[in-house]
C-alpha cells in the first residue's frame, strides 16, 4: 500500500468524526477513499503508530486505519 492509492474499507470501524454523524457512532464500513499518507516517522524520528494508514475519503472526511482495515481497489 502506498501513498495515492484508492483503498475501500473492508471491516467496521466506528469513527465519530464523520461531518454528517457528528459525534455519533458511525460504521464506515464499505466507504472507498484515497491513502493520503503513511506514517513512519514525526519530526525525523521512526514511530510505531497503532493507526499508520490515512485516508481521505472526501473534502471533509479524512481518518486514519490499520492495513488490515483496508482493501486495495
Known sequence: MKVGDRVRIVK???VYH????RNEPFDA???EGEVIAIVKEWQGRPVSANLPVQVKFDKKFQAHFREDE???L
Open 18 to 21: 464523520h461531518p454528517s454523524h
Open 12 to 14: 467496521s470501524v466506528t
Open 70 to 72: 483496508l482493501e486495495l
Open 29 to 31: 464500513k464499505g466507504l
